[in-house]
C-alpha cells in the first residue's frame, strides 16, 4: 500500500503563489505517473495537472495552464505543484494521486485511472 501525504497548502492572496508537495512511500514511485486534482466546496473532484514516470511529459487543465507547474523529484520520491498568479476560483483541497504506468505519455485526467491518493491540502485565495 502507497502513502501519498501533501503539504504547502495555505491562505495566500490573489496573484500570490504557493507550492505544494506531494511525498509518497511504500512503493516504487518511479512506476507512477503522478495528478494533482482539486475539489471546491459542492464541487466535484477535478483534474488539475499530470506528470509521467519519468518527468518528461506533463499536461494540465485549461483553467491552470500557463499558471501552475507539476514537477517530480524521483530521487526524493516526490511530485510538485507550483501555482502562480493565483485566482480565488482556485480555491480547494488539492490531492494528490498516483497510478501505476510507465507509459511515455503524461496525460492522465480520469479520477478512476488512480490507485492511491493524499488525504488533500487546502488552498484558499483571498481576493
Known amino acids: 500500500q502507497a502513502q501519498l501525504v501533501e503539504s504547502g497548502g495555505g491562505l495566500v492572496q490573489a496573484g500570490g503563489s504557493l507550492r505544494l508537495s506531494c511525498a509518497v512511500s511504500?512503493?516504487?514511485?518511479?512506476?507512477?505517473?503522478m495528478g494533482w486534482f482539486r475539489q471546491a466546496p459542492g464541487k466535484g473532484r477535478e483534474f488539475v495537472a499530470s506528470i509521467n514516470w519519468s518527468g518528461e511529459s506533463t499536461s494540465y487543465a485549461d483553467s491552470v495552464k500557463g499558471r501552475f507547474t507539476i514537477s517530480r523529484d524521483n530521487a526524493k520520491n516526490t511530485v510538485y505543484l507550483q501555482m502562480n498568479s493565483l485566482k480565488p476560483e482556485d480555491t480547494a483541497v488539492y490531492y494528490c494521486a498516483a497510478k501505476f504506468s510507465r507509459a511515455d505519455s503524461g496525460w492522465h485526467p480520469y479520477r478512476n485511472q488512480y490507485d492511491y491518493w493524499g488525504q488533500g491540502t487546502q488552498v484558499t485565495v483571498s481576493s
Open positions: 511504500g512503493r516504487t514511485f518511479s512506476n507512477y505517473a
